[in-house]
């Protein structure tokens, strides 16, 4: 029992003298990658694509309005926001470890007294603080420090699927728009063929062409419909993803407008600098969530460290004692206690020390992540950066080749007419011009998607409320 007013200055004593820390100093790695990227191109005075909102980026009305409700109703994109309240809370539960717990309590005890052989009753009430451990040591300030920087790492991985996810239905929305062409081109070539066999028929019973004619003229017919068919399945599955990634139906008038349209009449996409590989550290949110990761690691070393150390307690408790009752609440019946305990581990069997090598292996395991994030990235960058360079000569050689296919299959179809060439030339420039017009479309489909994913492993997709608002 001691008087009150020394509460105030115990609980004052021991939160000065706690406070130690064990974390030790995190060095980061220097970035294992090479200063600049391999076929960058700069541009003066452009907005890098983490500072490019993905409104700017995604120009067309129909995607952007895609994209949004995949922002409202994604399953994946609502788990990392709920992953986020969890983190939070966790770090809320190991900040308040740090404070001492302030209670209302009432106890009552009844025991015999053996000298004169009767009972003695014990009441209690009043506020009660249990066992608080003081951090001394600095372990529960390790563990608020381990919480809050998951928490930070859930918060970047949330962005991280966020750009993830926009780059992912940007994909599928242009894949879709691809296999609209694709079915266009390939009614239109069975159209076409499907005539050529019925003159082909007419100059077979008029015997002016052969067997082998009317059978080749077939062939490509049924091909051309066995195209379509695989095409049209095709279709059904990326509306099928396009679904899934937006959690919910698409609307009718979203897939209809996709009709009788081609690639390249959808609006540009924004091109972005490829910036520098140190740029990535500050940019790319998977590699901040690492960098957390990492320090989250680290703290937890110096949480394995304090457990060495002495641990110290403290219980107290203010209010009312008395034998009865009807006294408990009387001005003479008032009490306060506070009991300090101290423990120190001795033996236990290797536990701390098996406890602090797994907190140093998982850190340099979180180490080793973190480079291995920065690597991906790097080569995620580079990447993209060789398919913008040579994407785009792909598509203009195949264009101009695809060009030079339609006059071939014009003069063919024009000389075997004349009777001046066979129709086993004519079946050849089908089947060529056929092939190139839906490999043109494949082709600008790679170059759009690579735009999309360098965009993505930039950084972009994810911009600060304040910046997105502008």
């Known amino acids: ?13 021991v939160l000065l003298v706690s406070g130690c820390s064990f974390i030790p100093t995190l060095d980061r790695p220097a970035a294992p990658v090479a200063e600049h990227f391999p076929a960058a191109n700069e541009q003066a005075g452009a907005v890098a694509a983490a500072d490019t909102p ?38 809320q539960i190991q900040r308040a470890a740090q404070f001492p717990e302030l209670g209302v309590a009432g106890t009552g005890s009844r025991q015999p007294n053996t000298a004169t052989g009767n009972y003695a009753n014990t009441y209690m009430a009043g506020l009660s603080m249990p066992s608080w451990e003081i951090d001394f040591w600095g372990r529960i300030g390790s563990m608020k420090e381990q919480a809050l920087a998951q928490y930070l790492a859930t918060e970047e991985g949330r962005k991280a699927a966020q750009i993830s ?28 063929r499907e005539q050529s066999i019925k003159l082909t028929k007419l100059r077979l019973d008029a015997g002016v062409a052969s067997e082998l004619d009317f059978r080749q003229a077939q062939s490509l017919t049924e091909n051309a419909r066995a195209t379509l068919a695989q095409q049209t399945r095709q279709r059904a599955l990326d509306v099928n993803a396009l679904t899934l990634l937006v959690g919910q139906t698409l609307p009718a008038d979203l897939l209809n407008s996709m009709q009788d349209k081609k690639l390249a009449d959808l609006p540009a ?3 972005v600098p490829s910036g520098l590989p140190s740029d990535l550290l500050l940019r790319r949110p998977d590699v901040r969530q690492a960098e957390q990761s990492m320090i989250a690691a680290n703290a937890n070393i110096g949480a394995a460290r304090a457990a060495f150390f002495p641990n110290i307690s403290l219980t107290a408790a203010a209010g009312f004692a008395s034998s009865d009752v ?11 206690s506070i009991s300090p305990s101290l423990y120190l581990p001795i ?17 340099k395991i979180a180490v080793a992540q973190y480079e291995k994030a920065i690597q991906s990235a790097f080569r995620e960058v580079s990447d993209a950066l060789v398919g913008r360079q040579t994407l785009q000569d792909q598509l203009d050689a195949q264009s101009r080749q695809l060009d030079a296919e339609s006059v071939r299959y014009k003069l063919s179809d024009l000389r075997y007419t004349n009777g001046v060439a066979s129709y086993l030339d004519l079946l050849d420039a089908q089947r060529s011009l056929f092939a190139l017009e839906q490999s043109v479309v494949q082709v ?27």
């Open 1 to 13: 029992m001691m008087n009150k007013t020394l509460l105030p200055v115990a609980l004052a004593g």
């Open 54 to 91: 993905w409104q700017q980026f995604f120009t067309d009305p129909r995607l952007q309005q895609v994209i949004n409700l995949a922002l409202e109703n994604n399953r994946d994109l609502r788990v990392a926001v709920l992953n986020i309240e969890k983190a939070r809370a966790q770090y």
């Open 165 to 192: 996810l926009i780059a992912n239905v940007a994909n599928t929305w242009l894949g879709l728009q691809a296999d609209e062409e694709l079915m266009t081109i390939s009614r239109r070539t069975l159209g076409t």
């Open 269 to 271: 996409l924004a091109d």
């Open 326 to 336: 009807s006294d408990l609440f009387k001005s003479d019946s008032a009490m306060f």
């Open 347 to 363: 033996f236990n069997a290797g536990r701390n020390r098996a406890n602090l090598e797994s907190a140093q292996a998982g850190q």
């Open 444 to 470: 600008r489909l790679a170059q759009l998607q690579n735009q999309v994913n360098l965009y993505k492993v930039l950084g972009g997709g994810w911009s600060e409320p304040s910046s997105a608002a502008q």
